[in-house]
């Protein structure tokens, strides 16, 4: 059946104002208020989210609506959004000259009752010569305010951690943490001091790495790994010699066990020792010493600790028939 020129307008109508009104219904069901723009800044439509996102705000459509024109709207922006407004029009003209083919913009909106934040992109199409920028604003609330409340956490843990760094430093004990690898994640700054090392230059690194004397650091290392098998304290001694001198330390390994029941990470303590272990030695030579002059003696010497013998010399045994 051939069809005459009148019907087949007819039809290609229908089928243009079904696409339309399809077109329309398709703005109308996303969540984003849409608006289309022409070359001017002139908006040609908007969609559902657009009028009702004006109507809950109390803002007039005249404005902002299909007609308005999006370049007065945001010159005529007054306050906070101001500025904001400013930019997104010149990103806007930038797009409609092809400079950009999209630009985006993130800024707040509050309410008297509300924060909200939207993020409004402009994107150009042409179609059948004609240049149009399709104009999207997206309520970024929820995002923003997971922004911030990560922004605030971190700066709480970070101000914890130079608590806790200065308090730690403040100690003339090491104070030390590895990851399960043995690596250093935190070193105090008496260690660093000890090492002559800043903190970026040593975290991450292992013994091997801190150039620790090798049969040293295999033994640490293996100490480490041994914390994190037995999930048990590990408490030893050592010499060590750095640029001050050899002296010793004693330490302790503690497994940091959380609250599934693994090893997340072991941490350290070292304490200087040097001074104790010469008292110790010069303590051990006394008493060599005299032990030595007591049994030269020919009197009989006993000591008495809470009325038992502690010693006896020989001439005391002697004395009293106690040699054999």
């Keep these: 059946m051939i069809r005459q020129p009148s019907e087949h307008a007819a039809m290609l109508e ?13 703005l109308d069901a996303l969540s984003e208020h849409v608006a289309v723009v022409d070359a001017q800044g002139t908006v040609i439509a908007v969609n559902r989210a657009w009028r009702e996102f004006a109507g809950a705000n109390a803002l007039s459509l005249e404005g902002l609506g299909e007609g308005a024109n999006y370049f007065a709207a ?18 806007l003209r930038a797009v409609i000259n092809g400079e950009l083919d999209e630009f985006s913009l993130e800024y707040p909106c509050h309410s008297p009752t509300h924060q909200r934040w939207f993020i409004a992109r402009a994107t150009r199409v042409e179609f059948e010569g004609e240049i149009r920028v399709v104009v999207t604003h997206a309520n970024i609330t929820a995002r923003k305010l997971a922004e911030n409340s990560l922004k605030q956490l971190s700066n709480e843990v970070e ?27 935190y ?12 903190f970026e230059q040593a975290v991450g690194k292992n013994f091997y790495d801190l ?13 480490i790994q041994e914390v994190i098998t037995s999930r048990r304290p590990l408490k030893d001694e050592t010499p060590y010699t750095s640029a001050s001198g050899m002296r010793a330390y004693e330490y302790i390994l503690v497994p940091l066990i959380s609250d599934g029941g693994a090893v997340e990470a072991v941490s350290g303590v070292t304490r200087d020792i040097t001074e104790r272990k010469r008292a110790e030695n ?4 006394s008493e060599e010493w005299l ?9 009989g010497i006993l000591v008495e600790d809470d009325e038992h013998i502690a010693y006896v010399n020989r001439a005391y045994a002697r004395l009293f028939g106690y040699e054999d």
């Excluded at 608590?163 to 090491?174: E, H, I, L, N």
Aim: include cysteine; charged fraction near 30%; charge should be negative.
């Design 14 to 26: 229908t089928m243009r104002r079904e696409l339309e009104r399809f077109a329309y219904a398709t």
């Design 74 to 91: 945001c010159e005529s922006a007054k306050g906070t959004g101001a500025e904001g407004a400013t930019r997104f029009a010149d990103g």
């Design 159 to 185: 101000r914890q951690l130079h608590t806790f760094d200065a308090v730690v430093s403040s100690v003339q004990d090491f104070i030390y943490m590895f990851d399960l690898e043995g690596r250093f994640t």
């Design 187 to 198: 070193i105090n700054k008496p260690l660093l001091d000890l090492w002559q090392k800043t």
């Design 211 to 223: 150039d620790y004397p090798p049969d040293l650091a295999k033994r640490l290392q293996g100490q």
């Design 282 to 285: 010069a303590l051990r030579e």
């Design 291 to 299: 032990r030595a002059i007591f049994e030269a003696s020919r009197d």
